[in-house]
């Protein structure tokens, strides 16, 4: 006998065919529950874990800035990569020379500020601070000659500035003698410029408005011919009027010869400037100008060239900086001269360039000590022109924009005075 064949087990397996159901249900319940669970905890701890991360992601991490620990982690890895050159070169190899110490304080530096804030801040940030360090390098490398070109400038040429500077020429004063002045050098600059900004402002703005209004077919030849211009020689200038103004006319050396010259330098400065001005007047002014039936001419004379006023005066002011400190094309077209010379347009004159240029080539003191004077006032007239272009060409955010006054409407008029008919069926 097997315990199949017990009535025991018989009749409760069939009396109770329902307990054997619940009990199956119940065993897959809890068989489901048990092999699920585990997945679901794995799913559920995976979404947590890529949420967190996405909310890291999305916060942002602030690269600007630099805090006390920063800066002791800056003021160390430089003192201490100065140590270690100090023990490499002094102590352990015997290596002298000044630019050999330099460039490997600057190399130890840099791996060891590196290393540091790669520990302290991770390998992005430290990446960052790095190339930042690199950056500012470079900018104050190049500051350096530059602060040692203009503190040696000022400080020669202050011993020659005086009154009698801007008020006398050197007619009266000998090569040996003190005093003396470049006044007519500076006359003669001042003549030359505006001559040249004469004849190079219009053609500039109008090749402008060519290139970017009206887009004719030789635009492209136009354009490429105004770069190639950008990169001529200062000397070329002064050789091409030389020999066509001076050797081929037979005018002779005069003021308006060197304005002529400088003329053809300015001229792709202002026109490529003009042009970039231009292109900023936004297109819904010249549609709405065209839409209202004015002509192309005069959208562009009465809209853009009037919207775009601060950047046209912003170029014609960069194309002055640009010839002010010229010399070359002056020694072949004005020659220079030590007298005060108030016509352009006859004989030889004189500049600031051209005196610094001569005036420094002399082996006297004296000299020299006006060629100074005259290269400070030189600097000066550059940077305050550079300053003036970028006062002109920032944004005005307090300047108040006229607004145009509608009139009012006009209400309709009312007759005030009775109305026969009614009147006379009230009455």
Same mark, same amino acid.
């Given at each position: 006998?097997?315990? &199949? &064949?017990?009535?025991?087990?018989?009749?409760?397996?069939?009396?109770?065919?329902?307990?054997?159901?619940?009990?199956?249900? &119940?065993?897959?319940?809890?068989?489901?529950?048990?092999?699920?669970? +585990?997945?679901?905890?794995?799913?559920?701890?995976?979404?947590?874990?890529?949420?967190?991360?996405?909310?890291?992601?999305?916060?942002?991490?602030? #690269?600007?800035?630099?805090?006390?620990?920063?800066?002791?982690?800056?003021?160390?890895?430089?003192?201490?990569?100065?140590?270690?050159?100090?023990?490499?070169? #002094?102590?352990?190899?015997?290596?002298?020379?000044?630019?050999?110490?330099? !460039?490997?304080?600057?190399?130890? %530096?840099?791996?060891?500020?590196?290393?540091?804030?790669? !520990?302290?801040?991770?390998?992005?940030?430290?990446? /960052?601070?790095?190339?930042?360090?690199?950056?500012?390098?470079?900018?104050?490398?190049?500051?350096?000659?530059?602060?040692?070109? *203009?503190? %040696?400038?000022?400080?020669?040429?202050?011993?020659?500035?005086?009154?009698?500077?801007?008020?006398? /020429?050197?007619?009266?004063?000998?090569?040996?003698?003190?005093?003396?002045?470049?006044?007519?050098?500076?006359?003669?600059?001042?003549?030359?410029?505006?001559?040249?900004?004469?004849?190079?402002?219009?053609?500039?703005?109008?090749?402008?408005?060519?290139?970017?209004? !009206?887009?004719?077919?030789?635009?492209? +030849?136009?354009?490429?011919? *105004?770069?190639?211009?950008?990169?001529?020689?200062?000397?070329?200038?002064?050789?091409?009027?030389?020999?066509?103004?001076?050797?081929?006319?037979?005018?002779?050396?005069?003021?308006?010869?060197?304005?002529?010259?400088?003329?053809?330098?300015?001229?792709?400065?202002?026109?490529? #400037?003009? =042009? =970039?001005?231009?292109?900023? *007047?936004?297109?819904?002014?010249?549609?709405?100008?065209?839409?209202?039936?004015?002509?192309?001419?005069?959208?562009?004379?009465?809209?853009?060239?009037?919207?775009?006023?601060?950047? $046209?005066?912003?170029?014609?002011?960069?194309?002055?900086?640009?010839?002010?400190?010229?010399?070359?094309?002056?020694?072949?077209?004005?020659?220079?001269?030590?007298?005060?010379?108030?016509?352009? %347009?006859?004989?030889?004159?004189?500049?600031?360039?051209?005196?610094?240029?001569?005036?420094?080539?002399?082996?006297?003191?004296?000299?020299? &000590?006006?060629?100074?004077?005259?290269?400070?006032?030189?600097?000066?007239?550059?940077?305050?022109?550079?300053? #003036?272009?970028?006062? $002109?060409?920032?944004?005005?955010?307090?300047?108040?924009?006229?607004?145009?006054?509608?009139?009012?409407?006009?209400?309709?008029?009312?007759?005030?005075?009775?109305?026969?008919?009614?009147?006379?069926?009230?009455?």
């Amino acid at each position: 006998m097997s315990i &199949d &064949d017990l009535p025991i087990a018989e009749s409760s397996s069939a009396a109770s065919p329902s307990a054997s159901v619940d009990c199956e249900v &119940d065993c897959e319940v809890v068989d489901a529950f048990d092999l699920e669970t +585990p997945s679901t905890t794995h799913q559920s701890t995976g979404r947590l874990a890529d949420e967190g991360a996405q909310e890291l992601a999305d916060v942002p991490r602030v #690269t600007g800035g630099s805090t006390p620990i920063d800066k002791t982690l800056l003021w160390g890895s430089g003192l201490s990569s100065l140590a270690l050159t100090w023990l490499l070169l #002094t102590q352990l190899f015997a290596v002298s020379g000044t630019a050999v110490f330099l !460039v490997l304080w600057y190399a130890a %530096f840099l791996a060891i500020h590196f290393a540091v804030c790669a !520990v302290n801040d991770g390998r992005l940030i430290a990446t /960052d601070k790095l190339v930042t360090v690199v950056v500012l390098t470079g900018a104050a490398a190049l500051m350096v000659p530059l602060v040692l070109i *203009v503190g %040696f400038i000022l400080v020669r040429g202050l011993k020659g500035l005086s009154a009698e500077f801007f008020t006398s /020429d050197l007619s009266t004063t000998g090569t040996l003698d003190s005093g003396g002045g470049l006044a007519h050098a500076l006359m003669g600059t001042i003549q030359q410029v505006c001559l040249a900004v004469i004849l190079s402002v219009p053609l500039g703005v109008l090749t402008a408005v060519f290139l970017n209004e !009206v887009k004719g077919p030789i635009r492209r +030849p136009v354009r490429m011919f *105004v770069d190639a211009m950008s990169g001529v020689p200062s000397i070329v200038a002064g050789l091409f009027i030389y020999a066509v103004w001076i050797v081929q006319f037979g005018k002779g050396f005069s003021g308006f010869a060197a304005a002529m010259a400088l003329a053809v330098l300015m001229l792709p400065t202002i026109t490529r #400037t003009a =042009e =970039e001005v231009l292109r900023l *007047v936004p297109a819904g002014l010249r549609e709405a100008a065209l839409a209202l039936g004015a002509p192309e001419w005069r959208t562009t004379w009465s809209v853009v060239l009037p919207t775009a006023r601060t950047g $046209l005066v912003t170029a014609v002011v960069l194309g002055v900086a640009r010839a002010v400190g010229e010399t070359a094309p002056l020694i072949m077209t004005s020659f220079g001269a030590t007298v005060m010379n108030a016509d352009p %347009f006859s004989g030889a004159q004189a500049s600031l360039p051209l005196s610094v240029y001569q005036l420094i080539s002399n082996p006297f003191a004296s000299q020299q &000590d006006r060629a100074y004077a005259g290269a400070l006032v030189l600097i000066f007239v550059v940077l305050a022109l550079f300053v #003036t272009a970028r006062l $002109l060409s920032r944004p005005r955010p307090g300047r108040k924009k006229r607004r145009l006054r509608l009139p009012s409407p006009r209400t309709p008029k009312t007759n005030s005075s009775p109305n026969p008919t009614s009147t006379g069926s009230t009455s």
